[in-house]
């Protein structure tokens, strides 16, 4: 097992690598003084900011019960969160995510749910280097969620379903936030060149999920004690006006270990696009519009999200 996750390992610990052989440090952190697109809301310039992420979508998604082997339903999801620079190139920040669910029945109804997903606080480490209109950014995190998802009594699985549906809109890429009954922990990476109009971001994300409390009894879900779901991302945007901007993001995600076993057996590979449309607000703000598809692995065809976020910084 330590043989399969040693490359994801090597992945994530390369750009602080990178960053730490930088003789001087003092131009490692320089900021910009033009703003980039903003591909994660935590890159806004700045030293204090937050951010509202409302998504929304249909899915029909594996599930983990003998007896629920998919589950259906639409669902809101808002995520809010901020973050600040406490020390030099040191940063943290915290999301919390709401889940209003609205989950199809076996006979064809729908029940309404809303769930809280983990609470996470992180830990960030940022290094910055400028050369002329090139600027280099590597950033390496340490996220730790509360194991709040699926705290309930659960009757009829339904809190588990809505959760269910939330990480099918995101593509499996933020189970952090919606895996039941576990305590995430977080490692993730990511790079970002800015030049000009232009921006590309790479990250990669290792997510363990320790098991805290069983599924509930008589469910005959069987949980993994450590579950591991790692995942790739490549982003690239431009302006196309001073404050009018395009994204295409793709992400992979590798569902090794899944915290919660699926009966059917699905393909552990998910490869989702995401579209997104960005508007500058004067100097200190971004709106964002996204799609998510997931155009590969179990959700394809039968997934579709979208939804809007707003980024502030001071």
Not at 12 to 17: E, N
Not at 22 to 40: C, G, H, K, N, Y
Not at 207 to 233: K, M, N, W
């Amino acid at each position: 097992m330590t043989a399969r996750w040693l490359p994801w390992a090597l992945v994530l610990l390369w750009p602080g690598a990178v960053a730490a052989a930088e003789p001087d440090a003092r131009a490692a952190q320089v900021e910009a003084t033009e703003p980039s697109i903003v591909l994660v809301e935590h890159d806004a310039p700045g030293v204090v900011g937050g951010h509202l992420d409302v998504h929304g979508g249909a899915t029909t998604a594996p599930f983990a019960a003998p007896s629920l082997r998919e589950v259906s339903g639409h669902a809101i999801v808002a995520v809010a969160g901020g973050y600040g620079r406490v020390a030099g190139p040191i940063w943290i920040g915290a999301r919390l995510p709401l889940v209003l669910g609205s989950v199809r029945q076996p006979a064809g109804s729908y029940v309404d749910e809303a769930a809280w997903g983990n609470p996470e606080a992180f830990a960030e480490h940022r290094l910055q280097l400028r050369r002329r209109s090139v600027r280099l950014s590597a950033a390496t995190r340490l996220s730790i969620g509360a194991p709040l998802a699926g705290a309930g009594s659960d009757e009829g699985l339904l809190e588990r379903r809505s959760l269910a549906i939330a990480d099918a809109l995101h593509g499996w890429s933020e189970r952090a936030l919606f895996a039941p009954a576990t305590w995430p922990v977080t490692v993730s990476t990511r790079v970002t060149v800015d030049a000009g109009r232009w921006s590309a971001q790479a990250s990669a994300k290792a997510p363990f999920f320790f098991r805290v409390a069983d599924p509930p009894h008589r469910s005959g879900i069987d949980a993994a004690g450590v579950g591991f779901t790692p995942s790739l991302g490549l982003a690239g945007a431009a302006w196309v006006t001073r404050g009018f901007g395009v994204s295409l993001a793709t992400h992979l995600v590798v569902d090794a270990v899944p915290p919660l076993a699926w009966q059917d057996d699905p393909s552990p590979l998910q490869l989702s696009l995401q579209p997104g449309l960005h508007l500058r607000l004067g100097t200190h703000a971004w709106v964002r519009a996204e799609l998510l598809a997931p155009i590969a692995g179990a959700l394809a065809g039968d997934t579709l999200g979208g939804g809007l976020g707003v980024a502030g910084f001071l």
